[in-house]
């Protein structure tokens, strides 16, 4: 069954500014999906479109087979939505927050405070539950929202831009929550400016840029399709020139590192060969760039040549 | 955050359920009915937790009315329609306090909404437009008659308040603050700025209100005001209420309930077609 679809999708603002441009996009049910693209591309206004926060201009949209025209409360029953900016009343609890967040949703109070205590222990905010949210800092404020997205247990939890401005270690135990919920059968779905973060949480990806689907694929399948990786390589002794290797476009960064690029069809050893026939000893290597960015970066920066 | 609350982990005190997704699989009326409940509750809250914005100035406000106008001039007016002046403008000033109250409250309510983005919360839930705008009405409507009990304690200070019609003060209480709950409702939806969330109330809302009989029996009037001072709803509702309690008033009292009911209905399904539309908050 697909968590969402959309067929023609459009979206025109009074500005005159054609935000999306005839969408069509199919998500699994059980899916964990990346929504990409650069800023102005579509991403917000998709997903507000599928949430009732933006009204469309043309097209269609169902959630779990419920048509957003004709069967709008069933379709916003399935989904849960942690946006970009904070929406919450600064003035109120966590507790309250999550607990009315709830109710709109149908789950009465005695139920939604026993689920309000367990997605706020999960989130590390229990201790918090009773202060006002203003107080919490900017991590918590992430995962207030994240708590009050699940209180009605979504089948589709919609995440836009989730990880903004939270520190590295925060993130990576809420991509360990994501996957956890995503193991448990909840669809995700998720917009996100880290490609890092995509790379490792999703299955499937579909990148969105001037209004319309430029790509959509899994992951794997895309990343394979990279032709090139660079590398980046440190050097035992100074380099005062770039080595003159001839099958491998290498260039010389500083006195001991060198950077390489590395076709599919090369290998690796035969670069390592003809650096120690000019006495360049490596001492380590490493991969230079996420590769989803780089592909990301070809995709919207020149659409019509091959990745 | 350490991992040892994550979900999986084994220290978690309530490891993450399969997901039931209940919510997608409840009957449309329990949706609403809880979600009614919820936002009367979140209103009350929010009522009760800035208590001395809410119930406290008006209470102030009626105080000084009475030693003022009552006791200090209204001395010196004599009767009103067969009643002592302080007897003839409490209902007027009960109601005065209704009426601000609950148009108060909605306004300040959803625009505080609009503004903190946290009425999205009610947007993206599957709740109906006449849902959200009955229970913001309804937390208008609870504001008001809280500050409007508030009032008639206070009044009872200053006056003897018979009661000649218990039911008519009930209906118009309600009704009244029925009609101005809606009417700040929709002045939230248009409002922009807190400057425009104040324009109505104070150059509308108030001049009517003065006009409305509150402190005048509307027979006092040359011919020519006394028919443009039909024109204004307040007068009604005031008369409405002050028969309540006096057995008096200077229009015909059921034109005055239909008046009510009519702008009511009215009112509501305006708010329910601004926000259906997305006026104001959407795009």
């Not at chain 1, 660079?230 to 380099?239: A, G, W």
């Not at chain 1, 060969?273 to 490596?282: K, T």
């Not at chain 2, 709740?127 to 208008?140: C, D, E, M, N, Q």
């Not at chain 2, 009990?149 to 003060?169: D, K």
Request: hydrophobic letters at 50%; glycine letters at 8%.
């Amino acid at each position: 069954m697909l968590a969402l679809s959309t067929r023609q999708l459009t979206k025109t603002y009074k500005n005159g500014v054609h935000a999306l441009r005839g969408v069509d996009l199919d998500v699994e049910e059980g899916d964990f999906f990346a929504l990409l693209g650069p800023n102005g591309a579509g991403k917000t206004t998709l997903i507000g479109i599928v949430t009732s926060l933006v009204s469309k201009t043309g097209g269609s949209a169902s959630v779990f087979g419920f048509d957003i025209d004709t069967q709008l409360e069933r379709a916003k029953s399935c989904i849960g939505i942690v946006p970009q900016e904070l929406n919450f009343n600064q003035f109120e609890s966590p507790m309250t927050i999550v607990v009315n967040q709830a109710g709109f949703y149908g789950i009465a109070r005695a139920e939604a405070r026993i689920r309000a205590e367990r997605y706020l222990r999960q989130l590390q905010l229990w201790d918090k539950r009773q202060m006002a949210a203003r107080g919490l800092s900017g991590g918590m404020k992430r995962r207030l929202m994240i708590a009050r997205a699940l209180m009605h247990e979504p089948r589709l939890l919609i995440l836009d831009e989730p990880t903004a401005g939270v520190d590295i270690e925060i993130r990576r135990t809420m991509w360990d929550f994501l996957r956890d919920i995503n193991r448990h059968g909840t669809t995700i779905i998720l917009t996100t400016h880290y490609l890092e973060e995509a790379e490792n949480l999703c299955r499937n990806i579909a990148i969105i840029d001037k209004g319309g689907i430029i790509e959509r694929d899994h992951m794997s399948s895309l990343l394979r399709r990279l032709n090139t990786q660079t590398f980046v390589l440190n050097t035992r002794s100074p380099l005062l020139e770039t080595p003159a290797i001839s099958q491998f476009n290498l260039r010389r960064i500083d006195e001991h590192t060198l950077e390489a690029d590395i076709a599919k069809e090369q290998n690796l050893n035969e670069l390592f060969a003809q650096l120690s026939r000019l006495g360049v000893e490596v001492l380590s290597m490493r991969n230079k760039v996420n590769r989803l960015e780089e592909i990301f970066m070809r995709l919207v920066e020149n659409r019509t040549g091959n990745v | 955050m350490s991992s040892e609350l994550m979900p999986s982990s084994p220290a978690s005190s309530a490891p993450l359920q399969g997901p039931p997704h209940i919510a997608a699989q409840l009957p449309l009326g329990r949706i609403r009915w809880i979600g009614f409940q919820t936002i009367v509750i979140r209103e009350y809250g929010r009522i009760v937790r800035i208590w001395g914005q809410t119930l406290v100035p008006s209470a102030v406000t009626a105080t000084l009315y009475f030693v003022i106008f009552g006791s200090l001039i209204g001395r010196r007016v004599g009767p009103m329609a067969g009643f002592d002046y302080r007897q003839f403008i409490a209902p007027g000033l009960i109601m005065m306090s209704i009426i601000t109250n609950s148009y108060g409250n909605v306004v300040s309510s959803f625009f505080g909404a609009k503004f903190g983005k946290h009425i999205e919360e009610l947007q993206v839930s599957p709740l109906p437009s006449w849902i959200i705008v009955a229970g913001y009405a309804i937390g208008g409507v609870m504001r008001g008659l809280m500050v409007g009990l508030v009032v008639t304690v206070v009044s009872l200070f200053f006056a003897r308040l018979p009661v000649a019609h218990f039911i008519a003060i009930i209906a118009a209480a309600v009704l009244t603050s029925v009609v101005f709950s809606l009417a700040g409702f929709i002045n939230a939806v248009f409002a922009r700025s807190f400057d425009q969330m104040n324009f109505i109330p104070v150059f509308v809302l108030t001049p009517l209100t003065y006009f409305g009989g509150v402190f005048y029996s509307v027979n006092m009037l040359p011919a020519w005001a006394q028919k443009l001072s039909f024109v204004n709803p307040i007068l009604h509702m005031v008369n409405a209420f002050r028969f309540g309690f006096l057995g008096t008033s200077d229009v015909h009292v059921a034109s005055a309930f239909l008046l009510m009911l009519l702008l009511a209905v009215l009112l509501f399904a305006v708010a329910v077609q601004l926000l259906e539309r997305g006026v104001g908050i959407r795009d």
